[in-house]
């Protein structure tokens, strides 16, 4: 092999590398949040029926 | 657009709402612990959209005033206001927030699937399908 395309081989890995960093920062928060969401609920604070198959939560600010 | 989306899915979709008041934003806590007072009184979500329309005017007067503007009792929501009665259930809200990962508001989770900003209604009609898809196994 020369030395042309190991230097090429190498810029390849490199960024592949940081291609794959760059998904899992982008994509683990995200995957983190879906999977970890636990809330507290107060029924004042439910539009809808109690028993609907499909929950939103909103997170939000007045201000 | 979130009302839209209860009417289409009227027995398919509930909205949970939860307080993440911004710690930049001076008049936010107050405003979400007025709105808890409100709810108190059995007008939640009416005091919700009169702040929402009514942002940025915060201050305890005009909390106050909103509350009145709704019928709501004078003496029991400023006593509710001022002992600042809802304010560790809204800590409570925050730091589950803050644990599912929320950087800035809105967020929406959509059964669990984290949707953050001012999405779209297609965004939120994708996600709700999707949910009724797996819920039925089609």
Redesign the interface.
Known sequence: MTRRSWITGLWTLLALLAVGFWALLVLLPARTASQSLSITLNPVMVKGPLAAPVTIVEFSDYQ | M?DR??KE??????????????DF?A??RS??EA?RCA??AGK??EYHDR??AA??A?SRDDLIRYAAELGIAREPFVQCLDSRRFRA?IE??IQ??L????RG??????????LAGAAPYEA?KEL?EE??RE?TGR
């Open positions: 979130l989306i209860l899915y009227p027995s398919q979709v509930r909205l949970v709402f939860k307080d993440f008041p911004l934003h008049l936010a405003a979400h709105a709810g108190a939640y979500w702040l929402f942002q940025p915060f259930l409570t809200d589950e927030g644990q599912a990962g929320i508001t809105p967020t929406f989770f959509v059964n669990g699937r984290p939120f709700i949910a009724l819920r």
